[in-house]
């Protein structure tokens, strides 16, 4: 009873801001799988709700034909994250390094990227905004790291340099002070 107080006091306050929250009756409108088909890889992503109302991001990463990655992104309008100083998502892994990627502007052409490990349990990942640093196809940029008032595109990415099959299940991502 008094966790649901405090969620309750967290939210009335405004230190969290929920970009996305599933349950069984979301719908993944706005959200596209990018694979490195795009580029003629062989790699093969999905996404989907599961039963229990999670999000599911599963597939197979494949090197052949120069390939390597899977994706899936979620552009929505412009949402101002000034207060906030973390995105937090809560989710459970396979064991392997995923990237989480944010856009200022779904316009541009780099994201700024946070990897990070998972362990087969259910966890929250906190990346600090600021640790966000820019990259375009894999290399890193010299230009600072996020620093905007704004996002308007989120982005989950497995790319480890080897075929493997994954599997990543997502209850929700927020912003928080």
């Known amino acids: ?43 093969s992503g999905n996404i989907r709700i599961d039963n229990k109302g999670f999000f599911v991001f599963e597939g197979s990463v494949s090197l052949e034909n120069n390939g390597g990655f899977s994706s899936v992104r ?18 459970k892994g396979d064991g392997k390094d995923y990237q989480f990627r944010i856009k200022d502007k779904s316009s541009k052409y780099y994201s700024y990227i946070y990897t990070f490990s998972t362990n087969k349990k259910w966890e929250n990942i906190e990346i600090p905004l600021s640790e966000f640093y820019p990259s375009f196809r894999g290399r ?14 989120i982005a989950i990415l497995i790319a480890n340099k080897e075929n493997e099959d994954f599997k990543l299940l997502v209850d929700k991502i927020n912003l928080e002070k």
């Open 1 to 43: 009873m008094y966790s649901s107080i405090i969620f309750l006091l967290l939210l009335v306050s405004g230190s969290q801001k929920t970009i996305v929250d599933f349950n069984k009756k979301s719908n993944l409108n706005g959200w596209r799988v990018v694979d490195d088909v795009v580029m003629g890889g062989r790699s």
């Open 140 to 153: 890193k940029l010299d230009i600072p790291n996020f620093a905007h008032s704004a996002i308007e595109e």
């Open 74 to 91: 979620y552009a929505f309008d412009k949402m101002n994250v000034e207060k906030f100083t973390k995105m937090v998502i809560r989710l």
